[in-house]
């Protein structure tokens, strides 16, 4: 079965700093996607960073960017420049073409100004 | 381009009544999917469709829920009898290719609808 774990119930930064979110995953696949979701205080699903399995290249949007180890099924999401918008719940999630996505359950960021 | 569409945000309902949810998904998009978030928990999947098919109800418990999405109008997710256990937020997605489909397999997220059962 697929499984997301995330190890981190909660993490928390000062502002401005960089601060690392891990994640790991369990799969059989080959092909599969990995994404991270953030959560803010409104409950609304935010789409952070997406990431295809068969590209070598960490995705990066912004201020963020992800480390993927494909072969350590690691997929940890890395906040530069920390802001204060940034607090929110953040979850990982696994798909592929045979599978709907799979969610970690989350990691509370809080920000400290 | 309005985003995915979700109504009620908030729904109070007594034990045994029924819960109907709605959701319109994103212009352009005929995939929808249904998630349900316990408090303190992350989003586990309950059913896929695509218009006027249900693709993969997997996640879906195998009583008292049901969901459809019609040729016209939006995806319900209906809930009978309702019991204390059903209160959480529930989040539709939508896509536009269907899953599976290389490179297009980013769902974006509706509000959710936050049921509560008393």
């Known amino acids: 079965a697929q499984t997301v774990t995330q190890s981190q119930p909660e993490m928390s930064v000062q502002e401005a700093e960089t601060v690392t979110l891990s994640c790991t995953y369990d799969t059989s696949e080959s092909d599969y996607y990995l994404f991270w979701y953030k959560q803010p205080p409104s409950r609304q699903m935010i789409l952070v960073i997406r990431q295809e399995a068969y590209k070598q290249q960490n995705a990066t949007e912004n201020r963020f960017s992800v480390n993927f180890q494909k072969a350590a099924k690691s997929f940890s999401l890395k906040i530069s420049d920390s802001q204060l918008g940034d607090a929110a719940m953040y979850f990982c999630?696994?798909?592929?073409?045979?599978?709907?996505?799979?969610f970690g359950a989350g990691t509370r960021l809080t920000v400290k100004p | 381009n309005a985003g995915v569409m979700q109504n009620p945000r908030h729904l109070v309902r007594r034990r045994g009544q029924e819960a109907r949810l709605r959701c319109s998904p994103m212009?352009?998009?005929?995939?929808v999917y249904w998630y349900r978030q316990l408090p303190e928990e992350g989003l586990k999947f309950m059913v896929y469709l695509q218009k006027e098919n249900i693709i993969d109800e997997s996640g879906m418990p195998k009583e008292r829920f049901s969901a459809e999405f019609p040729k016209e109008g939006p995806s319900i997710l209906r809930i009978q009898q309702v019991v204390r256990g059903d209160s959480a937020a529930y989040f539709c997605a939508s896509s536009r290719f269907r899953r599976g489909l290389a490179g297009t397999d980013t769902q974006y997220f509706g509000p959710g609808t936050r049921l509560t059962v008393l």
């Open positions: 212009k352009g998009h005929s995939h």
């Open positions: 999630a696994y798909r592929s073409a045979a599978h709907d996505m799979r």
